[in-house]
């Protein structure tokens, strides 16, 4: 560390000190997955964000339906 760095403990859960984790290696290691932007369709593109949150709705029931909700990585809702 150079002279003016700190160093910061932070308490967190191990929940997320684990998807950050992860995270962090999506960003940092090969195959990066970075997601290109901008992304289309983007929330302009999506009469000004309302269509998107259905568009979400519609696809996590789609999976719900076909028996594969909790399966990837999403968030759950």
Do not use: C
Not at 18 to 37: G, I, S
């Amino acid at each position: 560390m150079s002279g003016s760095s700190k160093q910061v403990n932070l308490q967190m859960t191990f929940s997320l000190k684990k998807q950050l984790v992860e995270d962090w290696k999506r960003v940092t290691q090969a195959p990066h997955e970075l997601v290109p932007l901008p992304r289309k369709p983007n929330v302009q593109q999506m009469d000004g964000g309302s269509s998107i949150v259905k568009m979400y709705l519609y696809v996590k029931q789609s999976k719900v339906h076909a028996g594969e909700a909790g399966k990837g990585k999403s968030p759950k809702t």
